[in-house]
C-alpha cells in the first residue's frame, strides 16, 4: 500500500487489494437502502390512458384534436371547484391568488390524471395552485438562473460559450406551479414578454461562436406548423448554426399536438433534438407513449428533464419508475433538476440530500442510459453544475480508490503524464505469423 492515499479509509483494510479487482473489506457498507420492491416498481410502470373523465361525451375527434384541448382547459377557480369538489383550502386560496402570480391552466388530457381523492396526488401538486405560493423565503428569486442579465437581446440568453436560449414565447399548455421562468410564462405578473424574432435571430446570424439553439419559452409546440416552420427554416439559414434543440412539455400536457403532420415538417431540420420535461411515471401514459414514438419515428432524438419535487417524485422506486418508463418511451433521461431558487416554491423543493440518495438509488441499480445528470442551476446565473454522490474516495499521482454501486472498493493506477506505472516486461515474444 503506498502511502499517499487519505481520508475514510482505514489503511489496514487494504492489505487484501487484487490489482484493479475488488477489495473485499467490512467497510463497504455504504449502500444501506435495500431495492424497492418490485411489485410497487411494476405498478409505477404500466402505461394507462389519461381517460377521459368529465368529458365522456366529446367526440372522438374534438378529444384528439390538440386546439379543442387548448380551448377547453381549466384556467378558472369555478370550472376546478366544480371539476374538482375535493380541492383543499390552500389550494382553493392559491387558485384565487394565481392570476398575480402564474396563471392556472390545465389540459383536459392532463387534469384526468390528477387523483381527486388524493390530497398529495404527485399530479395534482404540479399544476393546481397552492397558497405557499405566496410565501417567499430570503433566497428566493423572481428570476433565479439571472435569465434576464446575460440577454444580450429580448429573449435571448447567452450565457454559455457557444449555445443561446431563444424565448419564443411566454404561453404554455398548462403551467408547473415550480416554473423557473414563472415571471414571464402566462403573463400573471405582467411581465409583458415580446420576443422579436428579427433582433434574436440577428444576434445569432453575428456571433458565428453560436453553434446551438435551444427553443424554449413558454413552449414552442404552441405555435402553428406553419409558423414553427418559418422560424427553424430562418434559423437552418444561418451557416454557423450546427444543431437546433426544442424544450417542451407538449408531449406530456397535450401528446395530441403531436400530429404526423409536426413531425414531417420537423424531420426537414435536422440535426434537431427535443427535450421534454416529465416529472412523474403516471405523466407517461398510452397517448404520450405514441406522441414520443411519433417524433423518435421522424428520426427526433429524445431527452427529458424531471424536476426533483418534494410529494412528486422524491422518493428512489418512483424515480426508478420514471427514468425506465422514459426508455420504454426512447426517450434518454437527460437532466434531473434541483427545483430552482423560485420565489414561492418552497414547498415543492426537496433538500439535494434527498437528490443525491436518489442518485444512489440509480447509478448502478439500472440501465446506465436511465441514469440523468443531477445537476443545480447555480443561483444568479451560474449555470448548470453537476452534482453526483461521490464515488472517488481518494486520489494522489498514482492511485485512484473508487467505489462501486454496491460500495465495494477498488483501486485503479493513476496514467500519469502517459508514463506506465509498472515496467514494461524484458522481452515481448513475437507472435507466430502464418
Ligand atoms: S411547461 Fe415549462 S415553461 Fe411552461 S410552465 Fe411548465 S416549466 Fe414553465
Known sequence: MKSGFTGQLDSTKFKSIVRYGIMDTQA?????????????????????????????????ADWNNWRWQLKHR????????????????????????????????ITPHFFNLIDPADENCPIRR???PRV???HTAAWEMSDPCGEDSHSPVPGLVHRYP???LFLVTDRCAAYCRYCTRSRLVSNATGYDFHPEFDKQIAYIAQHPEVRDVLLSGGDPLLFSDEKLEVLLTRLRAIPHLEFIR?????PIFLPQRITPELCAMLKQFHPL?????????????????????CLADAGIPLGNQTVLLKHVN????????????????????????QCDLIAGSAHLRASVRQGLAIMEQLRGHTTGYGVPTYVIDAPGGGGKVPVSPEYVLSRNADRVVIRNYEGKIFEYPEAADGTPTFPAPVEIAAPDLV
Not at 246 to 250: E, L, M
Open 126 to 128: 404540479q399544476v393546481i
Open 273 to 293: 433534438f427535443i427535450s421534454i420535461h416529465s416529472n412523474h411515471p403516471r405523466e407517461l401514459t398510452t397517448e404520450v407513449r405514441e406522441a414520443l414514438g
Open 28 to 60: 463497504q457498507s455504504a449502500q444501506s437502502d435495500e431495492p424497492p420492491p418490485q411489485a410497487r416498481l411494476n405498478v409505477l410502470k404500466q402505461f394507462s390512458p389519461s381517460g377521459r373523465g368529465f368529458w365522456s361525451d366529446v367526440a372522438d
Open 74 to 105: 381549466i384556467t378558472t377557480l369555478e370550472q376546478l371547484v366544480r371539476l374538482m369538489p375535493t380541492l383543499t383550502p390552500e389550494e382553493y386560496a392559491g387558485t384565487k391568488l394565481a392570476n398575480h402570480k402564474l396563471a392556472l391552466a
Open 132 to 134: 405557499e405560493e405566496t
Open 314 to 337: 422524491d422518493d428512489a422506486t418512483v424515480m426508478r419508475a420514471q427514468m425506465q418508463k422514459l426508455l420504454l418511451c426512447r426517450v434518454k433521461p437527460y437532466y434531473l433538476y
Open 162 to 164: 457557444d449555445r443561446v
Open 246 to 250: 426544442i424544450g417542451t412539455r407538449i
